[in-house]
């Protein structure tokens, strides 16, 4: 078989039309959005054919010129999907129901999540076993002295009471077609995506099971599960069987696309200024090459009078460190076009939150606050004011800013994938 060739384009990017055409048979109609100056790319992921490779990287990841001769540097671009496939394996993994979309989007058209799942077991625990304990007639083992007075014959001998045979206990392990099913899992998932799947593969012959009788494996699966009755257990036999019932019977076209990204970007952000920030200095965030561990929050707050009742705000990122509040939210966009209007009412609305008060509640002085938008880039960071009051407008707030500020989208996605 050839060797599949790249082809690589960038969420939100415009769409060339070869490429459309190319794939046509594995893009959706979901995946472009039309507006008044084009197509452009709506998602993130891999779209695998027999032929070729479409890789979408998010948006702003790379130039337009590093993007062309990414396709014909293999060995940065395995680097590149590799992080990628981690990023969005890492947020599907957090348990959060926020989190639910980004799950079921990894797994509508392969059952990842199982294979995830299954892999995770073998790397703990190794291949299945199961104990199981088997009572059997006989003379030589341990003996089950309850089963042996109320199952064996009873003699008297010598006017002595006999019970002959003895119940005799083994324990056995059952593990074989278990174990098979999980190499068959493991294996044929790392030969069809080696492209963003680095992984061990299992050892062990797997000739003997059919695995193509879906029907007959999924059955024999289910016996097994009826004799187990660990949780661990009984979650991969649960993994196995829904691996099964998914997997695609037939060869094709195979795919993992993200339309969620924006928030795997809001969760890499968040665990960028947790690990890496230090303050703002003349408008520019300070990161420190060290390990931070900064309690920025997604909180919510209720301003309206009705309390939780009513209205609610719930900026993405909120810290108060050494008297100073932090406001960030992150937009997941190719570049800011208008005024963010929700940001400036942040400000407005939590001016007084968390000042320190009197005795009586008086306000003794207000918090300096900093608000940004946390936006991708494919450059080296940088900041630019978003928005300055003009104070004709507001006496008050003779110094409200909003900055806008860039990072580097690869350094954002190394950082997450790092700590996973």
Known sequence: ????????????????????????????????KVNRKGEFFNFVGFLLSDENILISFPKNTFTTSYLKQLANNKNKLSRYISILFNCIKRTANNKDSKYMGIRYEMDSNYPFLDFLEVYNYYKRYGLFTNEKEVKKFGYGGRISWKDTINKSPKLIYNNNLLFLPLVIKKNMQQYVFVSKCMAYVINSTLDKFSLFIDGERVSLDTGSVDFSNKYLVISQLKEVKRTVFKDIHQRLLNSLISFFVREKTKGGDYQLKIYSFNLIWENMVKEYLRTKFLGIENLKIKWSDKVQNNLFVKKTFYPDIRGEDGYAIEPDYYLVSDNIRYI?????????????????????????????????????SVLKTYNALILPSPKNEYSEIHFQLNSDYNMDEEDFIIISYYLNTVNVMENYTMLN
């Open 328 to 364: 960030f939210d992150a937009k997941y966009y190719m570049n800011v076009k208008e005024l963010d209007y929700k940001q400036i009412s942040y400000y407005f609305l939590l001016k007084h939150i968390d000042s320190k008060r009197d005795n009586e509640g008086k306000i003794l």
């Open 1 to 32: 078989m050839h060797e599949r060739k790249y082809y690589l384009i960038q969420d939100g990017g415009k769409v060339d039309p070869a490429i459309k055409k190319l794939f046509s048979k594995g893009l959706e109609a979901r995946d472009i």
